[in-house]
Each structure stands twice: as C-alpha cells, then as structure tokens.
C-alpha cells in the first residue's frame, strides 16, 4: 500500500509541475475538477446529464487550458524539452488527448449518419432520444478512454503503474480543486504563470 500510495504521490507531482505552470489553466482545471465532481454525483440519478456536464465543461475546460495557455516551450524550472515532458507522460499526452477529443466531437456526426449505431441501437426517434443515446455514448467513451490507457499501461510499464493511473484519474477532481483553489485570486493580480513555479523541486 505504502508503494501504491508513493507512486499515486509522484504521478500527481509530475503531472503538476510538468503540465500546469500557467494560472490560466489552473483555474480552467478548477472549473473542470468541480464540474467533474458534480458529475460524479449526478452518475447515481442521471447518467446522461453526467456524461454531458463532464464532457461538454469539464473535458473542454481542461484540455483547453493545456492546448491554448499551458507553456509548451523548454520549461527552465524542471529542465526539461516540451517533446521529452510528452515522451514520458504517463497518461494522455497532447497527441492522444486530440485523438480521444476527435472521437468524442465525431461521436454525435456517427450517431447521427447511422442512427442504430450499425444495429448497436434502436434508433433514436426524437431529439430527446437522440441526445439521451448520444450522452450514453460519451459516457461510453469516457470509461473506455480510461480502461483503454490503464491496460494499455499494464503493459507499457506494469500493472500497478496503470492501477495507480487511474486512481489518479478518478481522484484528481478532488485533489485539483485543493490544489488550484487559489489560481483565480493569481490571475486576479495578473499573473500569467504560477508564483511558485520557481520553488517547485522534488
């Protein structure tokens, strides 16, 4: 427990040093973290109201606060390339984000063109139906991503690498909203970057 523990610790610190330097995309993640933990509690009473709050605030929020203001140049603090932060990441570095966000925008066009999901589904016959099936899908694609890329790394590295993921990925509202609690009055003073960035050393 003590390793699992330890290792959940350093994921989490690599993935805040590397990847959320700007208090722009702090806050962004403030926003998604509390949109994803009312997510979660909307899962027990309407899952399909769950899987549009999560992806349609929560991932939107938060992958745009690391595609469009989250530093991507050589990153002094941590003496690290922007290709190698990539290299290593554990979980769902920029290229796979886009690949995972091309599936989710394409889902209701497939839905769309093909209402029975090629025989999958009864076809919706309404605008409420079809939304319902397509926030069904997206919860679909939400628990594949992560079940994807957790055996991905049982593989990749070793299974207690991909448990410790997605325990991340489960928890990390939580821990986000402690953690970036304060970026909003930051950006109030009109810093750009994280005043701590410069004390963050292991």
């Not at 203001?69 to 941590?78: A, C, I, L």
């Not at 207690?160 to 928890?171: D, E, Q, R, S, Y």
């Not at 009055?185 to 810093?191: D, I, N, S």
Request: aromatic share 14%; glycine share 6%; hydrophobic share 45%.
């Amino acid at each position: 427990m003590n390793s699992f523990l330890q290792a959940l610790q350093t994921q989490r610190w690599d993935d805040h040093r590397y990847y959320h330097h700007s208090t722009i995309n702090q806050a962004l993640h403030l926003l998604s973290a509390s949109s994803f933990v009312l997510a979660y509690l909307l899962l027990f009473t309407d899952p399909v109201a769950a899987a549009m709050l999560a992806w349609l605030v929560g991932m939107t929020s938060r992958q745009a606060g690391h595609f469009f203001f989250e530093p991507k140049g050589y990153d002094h603090v941590n003496q690290a390339t922007h290709e190698h932060k990539e290299a290593i990441k554990v979980g769902y570095n920029l290229r796979r984000k886009v690949v995972l966000m091309a599936l989710w925008a394409a889902s209701p066009l497939v839905l769309w063109l093909q209402p029975d999901l090629f025989g999958l589904v009864e076809p919706a016959t309404s605008t409420e139906g079809f939304v319902h099936q397509m926030g069904m899908g997206w919860l679909l694609l939400g628990f594949g991503g992560l079940l994807f890329r957790t055996v991905h790394l049982f593989f990749l590295q070793d299974v207690m690498t991909g448990l410790v993921w997605a325990t991340k990925i489960f928890t990390d509202p939580f821990h986000d909203i402690k953690l970036y609690c304060k970026a909003p009055f930051h950006l109030l003073r009109g810093q750009l970057l994280d005043p701590a960035t410069q004390q963050y050393r292991r």
